[in-house]
T-cell receptor, first 118, second 111 residues
Framework: NAGVMQNPRHLVRRRGQEARLRCSPMKGHSHVYWYRQLPEEGLKFMVY????????ESGMPKERFSAEFPKEGPSILRIQQVVRGDSAAYFC????????????????FGPGTRLTVL | GQQVMQIPQYQHVQEGEDFTTYCNSS?????IQWYKQRPGGHPVFLIQ?????EVKKQKRLTFQFGEAKKNSSLHITATQTTDVGTYFCAGGSSGTYKYIFGTGTRLKVLA
């Protein structure tokens, strides 16, 4: 049973370019979280999606960032017109569906995409 | 907004010594999860606590959820070099899907 897959593992972009980060959840999981982690810091929640639906995007910057999880294919985190401050590790995690405030569900993290903006 | 703080930020211990990290939330939580992230790696789930005052053990690791469900701790007995990494707590709240991760405690174990 393959774990959470993310690609690319490393991505280098110049300022102003677009970055597309992909995440394939574990088999049987239909919900995906995206987190951003700056060096030496914790994980910041960005967005929570289910197939074809954004459930909670309260952690997403209002501009330049978008996320989707289509019916077919991986979840995509898209960053338009990247700036140096976007350099970070971006992790996705998948889990079975469920509210965090209920019994909650273990999150299975992918290996992350390290984005470097030159 | 909700904040989850962890102390200490860093901890260096000699191999064989004990280690404890504390997690404090600004709001009452419904459950709390603990993760370990090795240097250069990704977070790996360790455990989830749900009940007030709950204590769970995994070999040398002991996890506790406070009575008020606003704080938690992770204690490692007799640390080993394989315990090196950053330990994060993540708090879940009622009616929400998102987890707020703590600031993390980075543990170094000196052989």
């Amino acid at each position: 049973n393959a774990g959470v897959m993310q690609n690319p593992r490393h991505l280098v972009r110049r300022r102003g370019q677009e970055a597309r980060l992909r995440c394939s959840p574990m088999k049987g999981h239909s919900h995906v979280y995206w987190y951003r982690q700056l060096p030496e810091e914790g994980l910041k929640f960005m967005v929570y999606l289910q197939k074809e639906n954004i459930i909670d995007e309260s952690g997403m910057p209002k501009e330049r960032f978008s996320a989707e999880f289509p019916k077919e294919g991986p979840s995509i985190l898209r960053i338009q017109q990247v700036v140096r401050g976007d350099s970070a590790a971006y992790f996705c995690a998948s889990s079975p569906p469920g509210l965090a405030g209920a019994r909650g569900n273990e999150q299975f993290f992918g290996p992350g995409t390290r984005l470097t903006v030159l | 907004g909700q904040q989850v703080m962890q102390i200490p930020q860093y901890q260096h211990v000699q191999e064989g010594e004990d280690f404890t990290t504390y997690c404090n939330s600004s709001t009452t939580l419904s459950n709390i999860q603990w993760y370990k992230q090795r240097p250069g790696g990704h977070p790996v789930f360790l455990i989830q606590l749900v009940k007030s005052g709950e204590v769970k053990k995994q070999k040398r690791l002991t996890f506790q959820f406070g009575e008020a469900k606003k704080n938690s701790s992770l204690h490692i007995t007799a640390t080993q070099t394989t315990d090196v990494g950053t330990y994060f707590c993540a708090g879940g709240s009622s009616g929400t899907y998102k987890y707020i991760f703590g600031t993390g405690t980075r543990l170094k174990v000196l052989a």
